[in-house]
């Protein structure tokens, strides 16, 4: 049921949400993510010795799985191929099509995960502007990584440059690899379809989409395994703000909304006021000081006429 409205203080239940309302901020928020990266270019030299620093720790831990990886998908155009299609692509189709899923029909989960999507994003803006990142297949050669979607764009409508379509790569910024968003976005996908997709074929989609997410993005040489686990860590972080940003978008739209009182309506009192001195009183309230009159005696509700008659002879007596 929805929630009533409390009279006398104007909060009812939350506003309903409605397509027209949502689309235009995801549309925002996503627009700010473009605008981002272009913005947080940053120093190409300095984008580079990050990267370097990431790929020395990696190998000092012994976690620099996207050599490996880069390798297989450099020899194997079978695997290289779709891999490109899959980073080309599914960042911009599953993640739109899991909120509309959401909007129709979990629209009492939309709210939420929205909320939860675009404050990790946001944080993932704030990682591109303070640490600039060059990925790996922008390294130098020594470094042993292939650019695969340079290698296979005869196959698809991207070029060399980045992932955008053919011609347009100096719009994007090629060195916003930490944290990697697309391993996020991802992570926020599977978490949507494992728990509200309810079959098993959702559940598993919902655990493979972001594994071999993370498989794609280090075996293009478009990221490193920290960037992933970066991306991780942001959509935690997020989850985390999920909450407290919810409360406070509440607060500033009832700051926006105008105030408005519900007046309620006194309910009438039953039987006859007492009018004393002009004053009207509600039934059964009395004035101070006010004489209560009680009835004489045998004059009291049932009594019949001559009992009466006779209390009052007895009265004189």
Request: proline content about 7%; hydrophobic content about 45%; charged content about 15%.
């Amino acid at each position: 049921m929805p929630q009533a409205e409390t009279p006398g203080t104007g909060v009812g239940s939350p506003p309903r949400l409605r397509w027209w309302t949502e689309l235009p901020l995801i549309l925002l928020v996503y627009g700010a993510y473009s605008a981002g990266r272009l913005l947080a270019r940053g120093d190409v030299a300095g984008a580079v010795d990050h990267g370097v620093a990431i790929l020395r720790l990696e190998k000092l831990l012994h976690i620099n799985a996207e050599h490996p990886l880069n390798r297989l998908f450099t020899h194997e155009a079978w695997l290289g191929v779709p891999a490109d299609f899959w980073y080309a692509s599914l960042h911009y189709l599953v993640t739109p099509a899991i909120l509309v899923w959401l909007f129709r029909r979990r629209g009492e989960r939309f709210r939420a995960a929205r909320t939860w999507l675009m404050t990790s994003t946001f944080i993932g803006l704030i990682g591109f502007t303070l640490l600039p990142t060059c990925p790996p297949r922008l390294l130098s050669t020594g470094h042993g990584f292939v650019d695969t979607m340079a290698q296979y764009s005869s196959y698809g409508w991207w070029g060399g440059e980045a992932s955008a379509p053919r011609g347009l790569g100096g719009m994007t910024n090629q060195y916003a690899a930490m944290p990697s968003l697309h391993v996020g976005w991802a992570l926020w996908c599977g978490v949507m379809l494992w728990a509200y997709g309810g079959t098993r074929w959702a559940k598993a989609a919902g655990v493979a989409y972001p594994l071999l997410t993370a498989i794609v993005v280090m075996g293009t040489a478009n990221h490193y395994f920290l960037d992933a686990v970066a991306g991780v860590a942001v959509m935690g972080v997020g989850l985390l703000l999920t909450r407290p940003v919810t409360r406070a978008a509440d607060a500033v739209r009832a700051r926006l909304r105008p105030h408005t009182t519900t007046v309620t309506g006194v309910p009438r009192a039953t039987g006859s006021p007492i009018v004393s001195a002009g004053c009207q009183t509600s039934a059964g309230e009395r004035i101070p000081r006010q004489r209560t009159s009680r009835p004489e005696p045998g004059t009291e509700q049932g009594a019949s006429p001559a009992d009466a008659g006779e209390g009052a002879a007895a009265a004189t007596f």
